[in-house]
């Protein structure tokens, strides 16, 4: 083979094994990573890659596997400074005598930043590369994220009552939709509509919620069944399952990623199917506040799409 038919790249990896997306359930061996700029442009074996590319830096992992980035799809990222906070009780406790006061005390611009920080170096340490965000201040974790080049799906918050963040409702949405045009056309920040969840946000938001995201695209990420006190709840303010009320909505669709659902009847799994809806899994927050568990083999087995997030640290630690 002559020098004109060897191409020019940037980076190349030599690695062990390799995991790819495609084809799925895998192990290959003895592989050579090709980048150019910002892009993958080959996976190739070592030998072929010899004679295929020439690259200004070469990259050896003898001992380690190669593998896609991990998605955490649920997390509340500047939570990482609350971290070991009122261990050893149940969500609605957890919530309403211990963060939520503890967020009026010390939530600003400052500590939104200095807690994403932390934990966007906790999540690269560890393999993550892509996060869903759903907390305040949100147009400063999109720049952050931005700036360390992860890419981020940023949920602005959306409750009935005031926060740091914002008045009410309609001042949330406000900026909300300032922040998804902020970021519309940027590769690596996806803006989204966070309700909080159903207890939290009234018939009118959530129908404003699903007004803007038709509007724009962005996708809807809520708290959902997370309690068996949250659908009993349900029941006898409304008359009937979360669910059931989000479906009436207009709420479930192919945009809206259902975050928790431990509390999933056979109705339920049907509602979710036939509207396309995803749920989001987080194992280890449901334990720690001893919520109840996922049934996610069985929403595998029905075809609904189920991804893995970590929930905040303080209620994973």
């Known amino acids: 083979m002559t020098a004109d038919t060897i191409t020019a790249a940037d980076i190349r990896i030599n690695a062990r094994w390799l995991i790819p997306i495609e084809p799925h ?6 592989q050579a990573v090709i980048i150019q700029g910002t892009r993958i442009v080959a996976v190739l074996p070592m030998a072929e890659a010899d004679h295929q590319f020439r690259t200004r830096e070469t990259i050896e992992l003898a001992h380690h596997v190669v593998m896609p980035g991990l998605i955490n799809l649920h997390g509340h990222a500047a939570m990482s400074l609350f971290r070991g906070m009122a261990d050893d009780l149940p969500l609605m406790t957890w919530l309403n005598d211990h963060i939520w006061p503890a967020e009026g005390r010390f939530i600003s611009e400052q500590f939104i930043a200095d807690g994403t920080q932390l934990a966007m170096a906790e999540m690269l340490k560890t393999g993550t590369t892509t996060f869903s965000d759903m907390y305040f201040f949100p147009e400063i974790v999109a720049q952050m994220a931005h700036d360390a080049g992860m890419r981020a799906q940023v949920c602005f918050p959306l409750l009935d009552f005031p926060t740091v963040w914002g008045a009410g409702p309609d001042e949330y949405l406000s900026k909300g939709e300032a922040l998804i045009n902020s970021w519309k056309n940027d590769s690596y920040i996806m803006p989204a509509i966070g309700p909080h969840a159903p207890y939290t946000v009234s018939d009118g938001p959530l129908t404003k919620a699903v ?3 038709r509007k724009t ?8 069944h997370e309690t068996e006190f949250e659908v009993t709840d349900g029941l006898e303010k409304q008359g009937k399952r979360p669910i059931e009320r989000l479906a009436e909505l207009g709420v479930l669709g192919e945009k809206t990623q259902c975050v928790h659902m431990t509390q999933i009847s ?9 509207t396309g809806a995803h749920v989001v899994h987080c194992p280890e927050s449901n334990l720690k506040l001893a919520s109840g568990l996922c049934p996610a083999h069985k929403l595998m087995k ?3 799409n189920l ?5 905040g640290a ?3 630690n």
Request: glycine letters at 10%; charged letters at 15%; a negative charge.
């Open 25 to 30: 359930g895998i192990v290959l061996e003895h």
């Open 211 to 213: 007004a803007l995201s």
């Open 217 to 224: 695209g962005a996708r809807i990420q809520i708290h959902l």
């Open 266 to 274: 056979d109705s339920d799994i049907a509602l979710l199917a036939n």
């Open 302 to 304: 029905s075809g609904i």
């Open 307 to 311: 991804a893995i997030g970590t929930d």
């Open 314 to 316: 303080a209620s994973n």
